[in-house]
């Protein structure tokens, strides 16, 4: 049974061993870091700023006599992507949404206990728990153990917030998919969502495509049916690590998606008629999600950014840090693709040999150049692993 020791992680990162815990310690440890960094958040400027103090103690308060309540807010993106957001970035705006979605996020679990004032609130703030959110009024808003107030009006939280008929509170703004996994309807709170890095993309904006959320949940049922028939373990480290899935539009020719790496928790899918389009798009965000949380504990390669290489999959140069994301999720992939050939799929098999084959020179680049530290070191020999697995589907 795989798992965090030492500093370093056992060899089943990419595909994990039967009965694996690597993911879970993973994704645990880059909660504990995110609840350490929560803590330790310094005020930033202005009246956001004083108010994050101010409630910096009643925090401390909950994390002694609630750490699981708090642990389970945290782990929320809507939460933990803000705290990494924060991160040595001095930003009253996003110190405020957090202060507002946390303190929402808590009274709803009914562990808030003092009344927390934010001064300059955003004007929607999500809950994930309750998969409502909240518009209030203009001006300073306040959140306390049993409801909100501002602009003179106000409303019940815990267990009663979203089931009341209010102008300022939005119903359904997720959709479940499966276990823990829901679709995002109507609001994305990741600041760096518009930013991109990819060449055929301009952001990740949510976006349904105009199409029915009954088709995005069927489409991504799909896909995880096949993950779940053909690499169950994986399909479980699902239920572990991720939480959302944000909807950046449809597209019957091609498929898009994206990661962030603030963004633990959350992938970023377009919608595609194939099953198996949205099956290999969710392993392989989902497995830049890994890595995401593995970089909670430190960096994978001495030479991660600097010089470029040519991507197997990529139409521009990338650092190895990108090759190395390449190979880590598209490695996954070929092993769902053999099992379904295996399985009696025939028509995947021109498309198991492309993948094999940028997988190879993937590795490869890795293999020559890369320079892994003592955290990427054993992923690394995994990654060389199991491209030798694949030869024969490359060389054929």
Excluded at 362 to 377: C, K, M, N, S, W
């Amino acid at each position: 049974m795989a798992r965090i020791v030492g500093g370093g992680v056992l060899a089943d990162l990419t595909l994990p061993a039967p009965g694996s815990e690597t993911a879970r310690g993973l994704f645990s440890a880059a909660l504990r870091r995110a609840l350490t960094d929560l803590l330790r958040l310094p005020p930033g400027p202005g009246p956001n700023g004083a108010a994050w103090g101010r409630f910096v103690p009643e925090l401390r308060r909950i994390a002694g006599r609630a750490p699981g309540a708090l642990a389970s807010a945290v782990r929320r993106p809507t939460i933990g992507t803000l705290i990494r957001c924060l991160r040595g970035r001095p930003d009253p705006a996003l110190q405020g949404e957090l202060l507002a979605t946390l303190a929402l996020e808590l009274a709803v679990a009914g562990v808030l206990e003092d009344r927390i004032q934010v001064p300059q609130p955003p004007r929607e703030l999500l809950c994930l728990e309750a998969r409502c959110a909240l518009r209030p009024p203009p001006g300073p808003l306040t959140i306390g153990p049993r409801g909100w107030q501002a602009g003179g009006v106000g409303g019940p939280l815990g267990e009663e917030f979203g089931t009341c008929p209010s102008e300022h509170v939005t119903r359904d703004m997720y959709e479940s998919v499966a276990g823990p996994i829901v679709l995002a309807l109507r609001r994305d709170n990741n600041p760096l969502a518009e930013l991109e890095a990819h060449p055929d993309k301009s952001g990740s904006g949510l976006d349904l495509g105009g199409q029915p959320v009954a088709a995005w949940l069927a489409g991504l049922r799909a896909g995880l049916g096949l993950v779940e028939a053909h690499l169950p373990g994986l399909r479980a480290e699902l239920d572990v690590g991720l939480s959302l899935v944000v909807p950046v539009g449809h597209d019957r020719e091609r498929h898009l998606s994206a990661s962030y790496q603030e963004a633990i928790g959350t992938v970023y899918l377009s919608l595609h008629p194939s099953a198996l389009t949205l099956a290999e798009a969710l392993i392989h965000e989902f497995s830049h999600n890994k890595l995401h949380a593995l970089l909670e504990q430190g960096p994978i390669l001495e030479n991660a950014w600097s010089p470029l290489y040519a991507s197997p999959v990529r139409p521009d140069p990338r650092p190895l840090h990108g090759v190395l994301l390449a190979a880590h999720a598209f490695l996954p992939v070929a092993a769902m693709l053999e099992s379904m050939l295996s399985a009696g799929t025939t028509e995947v098999e021109g498309r198991l040999r492309q993948v094999a084959r940028g997988n190879h020179e993937a590795v490869e680049t890795l293999r020559q150049h890369a320079r892994p530290t003592a955290i990427g070191a054993p992923l690394l020999a995994e990654l060389m692993r199991l491209d030798d697995r694949f030869r024969r589907f490359r060389e054929g």
